[in-house]
């Protein structure tokens, strides 16, 4: 029985001494809390630019692909009527 009761006090005072949070502990946990806070702010703001950025490329290169095609169909109808005015002057 005395054993069981000096196991029970170690544990307790081993609970007592690893268990408390001193409000120093409280405070630092806090601030890497806050930190944290921040630190999370600036990525989603970073990430917001960095979407915006995506999209404007996005855009960008939509209009270069437009402007591609169209440049192609114009050398293909420019390319036709060379042919046909080839083919004229062979008939000749």
């Known amino acids: 029985m005395k054993k069981i009761v000096k196991l029970t006090m170690i544990a307790m005072v081993a609970s007592l ?3 408390c949070a001193t409000n120093d502990d409280i405070a630092n ?3 890497q809390i806050d930190g944290l806070k921040s630190s999370v702010s600036q990525a989603s703001s970073d990430a917001a630019s960095a979407k915006s950025a995506a999209d ?3 855009a960008q290169a939509a209009s270069a ?3 591609a095609n169209r440049a192609a169909q114009y050398a293909q109808e420019t390319n036709s009527k060379l042919d046909a005015m080839f083919a004229k002057t062979m008939r000749k």
């Open 17 to 19: 001494v690893v268990g």
């Open 29 to 31: 946990l806090q601030s």
């Open 56 to 58: 404007s490329a996005s």
């Open 65 to 67: 692909e437009a402007a």
